[in-house]
Each structure stands twice: as C-alpha cells, then as structure tokens.
C-alpha cells in the first residue's frame, strides 16, 4: 500500500483527521529495536530523556546530541516490557544504528533494523485495533506535545489542542488493519503538525539547531537526569544563557495563491537582511497558509516578516512558540564590578 500525500481533496481529509475520523499511513521511518536487560539504563545513558524508568506500554521522545549540545537525532521510543522500539526519520537510520553499535561495550543488549518490518499509521486517536502487539502490549507512540513531561521545561504559552498517536503495524498486517478505516493523504498529517507548532526532525532541525530553538526540552529532554553526552551545553544555555535562533509560528498572506518553498529566505518588512528559513509549509483547513520558520532571536516578536523566494514576496505574521526570552531562568543577578582602580 502506497503512501500518498492526498486521496483527492487535502482538505477535507484534514478535517476528518483533525476530528478522529480518519487515519494517516505515514512516510516510511526507521525502526530499531533494543532488546535485553540492560536496554533501559543503557538508552537513559546516550539520551536527553529518562528512560531508565520507562513502564511496558509507554512511550518518550529523546535527542542524541553531540558534545556541543546540538541535536543528531530526534527519537521516538516505545517500550513493551521486553523491547524498546526506536523510530527515526528514515535517511537518519543507518547513522543510528551504527552509532548504539558503537556504544554495546558490555552491555546486555541487542540492536536489529526492523525498518522494513513495520508502516507507520497516525491519528488523532489512539486506534485500540490498529497497532501490532508485542509482548502483549500495542506498539503506539503518544506524543506529549504541547504538554511537558516530567523534568521538561516549555518556552511556548502558544496555546493549541494536539493530540497525535502513531501506530506501528507489521507490513503484513497493514491492508487488513487500514480495511474499512477512513485514508488521509500525508498533506492533511503534516498541516495538523505545523498547526500545533510541531516541529520535525526532517525539516526544523539541521546541523546548528539546539534542543531550546525548537522548544524540545518540554517533550524530549529531563533536566535533571544523569550525565548523558551534551548535558553541559544544554544546562548552561538554559540556565544562564538564550539560544541564539528561535522557532516561531507564521499566518501567510493567501491573496496570492502561493505557498512559499521550505528554505526560503525570512526578513523583517522593510529590510533587505536575511534572519531566518522557512522549514515547514502547509494549508490548514481552518487558518489556511502557515508555516513554521526558524528565524534569529534577535528579530521582534512583534514584527511584521516577509517570505522571499520564486513566488515573490509574501507577508508574514507572527504567533510566538519560543520567545525571546527563552533560557537564563536561573536568573542569577550580576556582580558588581570591582573598581580596583579607584582612589581612596
């Protein structure tokens, strides 16, 4: 069965997506099982979240970052008991893989690409008779956002309802399981997201991005965990510093008829300098044009933006998800400096 971004009208798909009558199959991902006595521990060791913890039939979202706390995966994770299931953007698997290998040393584990064992199918619902069971538990990934999970943090007062469930299904299943279910197109899923201000591996992360830009430490890192790799970097930006980019939430000028490109250029009206890239676009059956765009923190939350590329320009208005001010809560008052200099 082939995943499609429309079955005929976007719109009227999203709306019954939007209202838990309908069920998206998703882009293929990769998936990566763990399995062993030590997975756990082992997962909470390499990554943002606390996993060590994690009951059968519960699902988190982690970040590998690097040394610098600059994100290299976004994950997904379920547990059953016996297996955690691991779900990553597709191009991102290998490097994954070859990357938890790396790190066994003697640890009570064992890792399997299961990428092509398994379709993803998302819905505003959590589908009782949708997911394969494993381990006498449904493989079902809940996402947290907007909410924050235990040792989170949310920058955003955006307030949205979103509500998103993705169902792993064995590709052997998937034409009975999909049998008598209601299809929307990927177009429909993607214009929810961008809706709630969701961002996405795939598209609102590249190689500068920290987890504080995007507001993921709400729903994919514990701040007070144990020392996983980048933990440093990302305590200090959030204690005492400010991320320097920051994701924001955009209303497009519909009057004409075009949706900008992902990568085109941002700049404040009236301006020439580039501050930003839109990463995600989409028509929602409601708002109609948005986007998501990661602009610099310098720029006003209060400005008035403008799209620019192969389709002109187009106007832009704000709604804030990371603001300004995010990070520097430990709010530690400067000191007085020291005239060491001055006469007596």
Known sequence: ?????????????????????????????????????????????????????????????????????????????????????????????????????????????????????????????????????????????????????????????????????????????????????????????????VAAGRPKAALEVDDKSLPHELDLLATAVHLSKGCYRGQESVAKVHNLGHPPRRLTFLHLDGSEHALPDVGDEIRVSGEEKARGKITSVAQHFEMGPIALAVISRSVPEEAELEVVGKHGVISATQEVIVPQSAGSVANIPKLPRLNLGAKK
């Open 1 to 193: 069965m082939l995943v499609k971004e429309h079955f005929g009208d976007p719109m009227i798909e999203q709306r019954k997506l939007a209202e838990g009558d309908a069920v998206c199959l998703l882009n293929a991902q990769g998936i990566i099982s763990v399995s062993g006595i030590d997975r756990l521990s082992w997962l909470h060791s390499l990554l943002s979240q606390n996993l060590k913890n994690l009951a059968a039939g519960d699902s988190a979202e982690a970040l590998l970052l690097d040394p610098q706390g600059r994100i290299e995966q976004v994950i997904k994770i379920i547990d059953d008991g016996q297996t955690s299931w691991l779900m990553v953007d597709e191009p991102n698997t290998q490097a994954l893989l070859a990357w938890l290998e790396k790190m066994v040393f003697r640890m009570k584990v064992e890792i399997s690409n299961q990428s092509k064992a398994f379709a993803t199918v998302g819905a505003v619902k959590h589908q009782v008779d949708l997911a394969s069971v494993s381990n006498q538990h449904a493989l079902v990934w809940k996402d947290h956002w907007p909410g924050v999970v235990p040792g989170g943090y949310r920058y955003s007062e955006r307030v949205v309802n979103h509500s998103w469930f993705e169902h792993l299904v064995r590709v052997e299943d998937l034409a009975q399981a999909l049998s008598g279910k209601t299809l929307a197109g990927t177009m429909a899923a993607d214009g929810l997201r």
